[in-house]
C-alpha cells in the first residue's frame, strides 16, 4: 500500500529492530523513499536497536 502512494509520506516504528534487519537482509523489504523507518530506544538497554536499523536499506 505503501509503495503505491507515493504521495504520502508513512512512518513505521518498530520495537523489533532484529526482525526488520532480519527481513531486510533476507532481501523482503524493498525500501520506497515515502517510507520512514523507526526504531523505539527506550532507555540505554535498548540502544542497539539504532545500531540494528543503520544495517538495513530505509533510505530515512
Keep these: 500500500m505503501m509503495r503505491h502512494n507515493p504521495h504520502h509520506m ?3 516504528l518498530t520495537k ?3 526482525v526488520l534487519r532480519y527481513y ?3 532481501g523482503w523489504l524493498n ?3 515515502n517510507v520512514w523507518m ?3 530506544v527506550e532507555n540505554t ?3 542497539g536497536r539504532v545500531d540494528l536499523l543503520s544495517q538495513t536499506g530505509a533510505k530515512v
Design 31 to 33: 525500501w520506497p523513499h
Design 10 to 12: 508513512f512512518q513505521v
Design 45 to 47: 538497554d535498548t540502544i
Design 38 to 40: 523507526g526504531v523505539t
Design 24 to 26: 531486510d537482509s533476507e
Design 16 to 18: 523489533r529492530a532484529d
